[in-house]
């Protein structure tokens, strides 16, 4: 499968199955428009000779057509789809990470909010240490052999429940050598209760750490009050600089939203880098019902795409200056890059990764939360739904009908489930903006490859 495209003034041709990318020049770019994969002999047939006879030369067009034939004999154009048996293959896994739900209550009133403002339309309330407790215990029993276990702590606002959070930390870490475990922490944070304290602690046995901020002061402000409606931005920016300060190149970034009233989210990028000094930065778009009133629509797809084509251009800017600013949506390897499994099924919800709300109900990740056809077992009890655990380990892009002919199927590895389903009620079925908006991210990440080579 192949997806050519031209961008920034490259021609490029992504061959989907190998991952194998081609900067062509304009001849081969037009040439291969109009070959068939099924049918690529050696010698230039006559039509796409006719075809681009007012353009090149005779010699020009069999010189590229040769040089295209000599990359589908490499395998790295029209390649066979080898990844199909492994999704045939695909089954349950060991529990390897687990989202801790420690607290559904929260300080912020964000607008866009998934999780009802903090509470998942369940009511407020904080994971007694008990429950986290059995949550490690069942995540050992049931990660088999595996040795990293991943644990992120997140809410609502987590830091509301932080002397929870210390606890079992400190039980994980008690249990890590009898089980030949070693577990990697996370945190999700607002900012609002950081304190140097926290801070000192959240540097210490946090791997990474996840900074909510919006951008600009006023965009932040606008989706991200406080519960007396109060902005956020002035309140939380001087801990966030603190913290980095302090983290001694520990992995960090600061994740923030884009809606409707901010579809310049570029400048907001460049705010948070250039004049916040942050250079891990994720802006990610606000999936919401069309009914409400700032949620992006396919109608302002246009306009997104233009921006991330802009923002493409700032990051080649500053690789080439010398500048570090990583866009999370843009970093992509190229050579090797995700195993075959994940390529396959993404983010692994409701098999390998698994949410624990506070009273201890297992989801199958934390934007499932709250709604009960969804719940798949409980800590408390050790139970887990097995046959809901199959359902998603099957949830590939081969089962996905409108993923398999799809050429970025192996860079969005099928959406977001909780997405498909808030949608479409269906897993299986994608969001349709998200993957024309994923689509639009990848043709960009794999064009700063190119303009940086």
């Not at 719940?375 to 892009?397: H, I, P, R, Y």
């Amino acid at each position: 499968m192949i997806h050519a495209y031209q961008l920034n003034g490259y021609n490029i041709a992504l061959d989907s199955n190998s991952g194998a990318v081609h900067l062509l020049d304009d001849t081969a770019y037009d040439c291969l428009a109009l070959i068939d994969g099924d049918d690529f002999s050696p010698e230039c047939p006559g039509h796409i000779l006719q075809a681009l006879a007012e353009q090149y030369a005779p010699e020009v067009i069999k010189e590229a057509y040769s040089d295209l034939f000599a990359l589908y004999e490499a395998k790295t154009l029209f390649s066979e789809d080898t990844y199909a048996p492994f999704a045939e293959a695909m089954g349950p896994a060991p529990v390897k990470s687990m989202c801790l739900n420690v607290a559904h209550d929260c300080n912020l009133r964000c607008e866009y909010c998934f999780a009802s403002q903090g509470d998942f339309g369940r009511g407020k309330k904080l994971m007694p240490f008990a429950v986290g407790r059995a949550a490690i215990d069942f995540m050992v029993k049931n990660s088999f052999g595996r040795r990293n276990l991943e644990v992120d702590f997140f809410g609502g606002e987590p830091l509301m429940n932080f002397g929870v959070v210390k606890r079992i930390v400190d039980y994980a870490r008690s249990i890590e050598k009898e089980h030949k475990k070693n577990f990697r922490f996370t945190i999700t944070t607002n900012g609002v209760l950081l304190n140097d304290a926290i801070i000192d602690y959240i540097n210490k046995e946090m791997v990474n750490v996840v900074l909510s901020l919006d951008g600009r002061r006023d965009v932040n402000d606008n989706m991200r009050p406080s519960v007396n409606g109060k902005g956020s931005y002035d309140v939380i920016v001087p801990k966030y600089q603190s913290l980095v300060a302090r983290r001694g190149g520990k992995q960090y970034y600061l994740r923030g939203t884009f809606t409707k009233e901010n579809l310049d989210f570029s400048k907001d990028i460049l705010h948070i880098y250039e004049d916040l000094g942050f250079d891990q930065v994720s802006v990610e778009p606000a999936v919401l019902a069309e009914d409400v009133p700032f949620s992006l629509r396919d109608e302002d797809f246009d306009a997104i795409a233009a921006e991330y084509e802009r923002l493409a251009d700032i990051v080649i800017a500053k690789k080439k200056a010398g500048e570090k600013l990583n866009f999370f949506h843009f970093q992509m390897e190229l050579d090797g890059g995700p195993c075959a499994i994940k390529r396959l099924r993404g983010c692994s919800c409701g098999n390998e990764y698994v949410a624990v709300t506070p009273e201890g109900d297992i989801y199958p990740c934390h934007q499932f939360v709250g709604e009960d056809e969804w719940k798949m077992g409980n800590v408390l009890d050790g139970t887990l739904n097995a046959e809901m655990k199959q359902e998603f380990a099957k949830a590939t892009v081969y089962s996905k009908q409108d993923c398999k002919n799809c050429w970025a199927k192996f860079y969005c590895s099928g959406g977001c489930n909780a997405n498909n389903h808030q949608f479409n009620r269906s897993i299986y079925k994608p969001h349709r903006l998200s993957c024309e908006l994923e689509k639009k991210r990848v043709e960009c990440a794999i064009m700063i490859k190119v303009a940086l080579l």
